[in-house]
């Protein structure tokens, strides 16, 4: 993922709800949270809807705390005729702090869907 500043797709504070039973946040809040991130991105490529086929990687590095600023980035890595491949990063800021930590990394994959949930091709993209 580029390190140039860029705006999140998702940003949220996780809640005292949010937590495991060792206090901090609870992995599937967090992919959760991504896999809405990438989704929203890869809805924008398809221009429609998208559905999660697979996480064909994810890695935990830092834990999530209670009150953490929680950013997720994401980029589209790759467009097939019916998926989208998209890499997503979650950042964290402590409170009280103003450093970014890289916390998890992912890459999910999408279909474009119609309306009866069947697979569909991507819209052609111009090159920018």
Do not use: C
Not at 1 to 15: A, G, H, N
Not at 88 to 95: A, D, H, I, N, S
């Amino acid at each position: 993922m580029s390190e140039s500043r860029r705006d999140p797709i998702v940003r949220t504070v996780p809640q005292p709800a949010d937590m495991n039973g060792n206090g901090d946040i609870f992995g599937g809040w967090v992919l959760s949270q991504m896999d809405i991130a990438g989704g929203s991105l890869a809805a924008r490529v398809a221009k429609g809807r998208v559905a999660t086929v697979a996480i064909t990687a994810m890695t935990f590095v830092e834990p999530i705390k209670v009150g953490d600023m929680v950013s997720i980035y994401g980029e589209v890595v790759k467009v097939g005729r019916t998926s989208i491949t998209i890499g997503l990063e979650t950042v964290v800021q402590r409170r009280h702090e103003e450093t970014d930590i890289r916390v998890t990394h992912g890459t999910f994959v999408f279909v474009a869907i119609d309306d009866e949930g069947k697979p569909r091709p991507v819209p052609h993209q111009e090159p920018a």
